[in-house]
């Protein structure tokens, strides 16, 4: 027997138009596990959670700029975002979550998990594009507050793209940055090489993210 949601949409019909996008998503999902591609999220007019229960990274660029994007409308739309890039970085128990509402069936999120079971993901290159971002403890070493943006000695440089920064805009570096429970909203995510151990990818009806 059918489950059948509020507003008439059958389970079993939401799955067929779903299934094709998830498996292309897992099989996307398989590759990076593997350190077969590059990653890259973004969601279009949409900020998503990130939950880590630690951030190791080594050789640290932090700076401020833009995200440039289209909205939901088909508008473009600006955020303001603070940008850390690192040349590698492990993250323990990473969750991220995006929630999308479905004309007719509501809330749906989107959730990838990695990094659990002793087996952090592995990244090199990445840049975190935040809005916002709390934790219990955060570590610098060898932190030097103050360099222009541009003219940084560590991290992988600034990204580019979409992005909107001033080469010339504060910035601070550091050899490494251990930062503790890590609860952040982002608009972006890239990294050259993203492995995520430990995959996992669920989509659930109604809001059930990360934090």
């Known amino acids: 027997m059918e489950s059948v949601a509020r507003g008439g949409t059958r389970w079993k019909r939401f799955a067929v138009v779903m299934v094709p996008s998830v498996a292309a998503t897992a099989a996307i999902g398989v590759a990076l596990s593997q350190g077969a591609l590059a990653a890259s999220f973004s969601v279009s007019g949409q900020s998503f959670k990130v939950s880590v229960d630690e951030l190791d990274g080594h050789d640290m660029l932090q700076y401020g700029g833009v995200d440039v994007g289209v ?99 504060f910035a601070q570096q550091a050899d490494r940055a251990v930062i503790k429970d ?17 995959f996992g990818m669920s989509l659930k009806k109604g809001k059930q993210e990360c934090f």
């Open 71 to 169: 909205d939901m409308e088909g508008k473009k739309a600006a955020h303001p975002v603070s940008i850390s890039a690192f040349k590698n970085a492990k993250l323990t128990n990473m969750c991220q979550s995006v929630v999308t509402h479905v004309p007719l069936l509501g809330d749906v999120t989107l959730q990838l998990t990695a990094g659990g079971k002793g087996k952090p993901v592995e990244a090199e290159n990445i840049y975190i594009d935040v809005a916002q971002l709390d934790s219990s403890q955060a570590i610098f070493t060898n932190v030097d507050i103050g360099v222009a943006a541009g003219h940084g000695t560590k991290g992988p440089g600034m990204k580019g793209g979409k992005e909107q920064a001033s080469p010339n805009g």
């Open 182 to 198: 890590v609860k952040q909203t982002a608009w972006a995510t890239s990294a050259g090489t993203f492995k995520l151990n430990d």
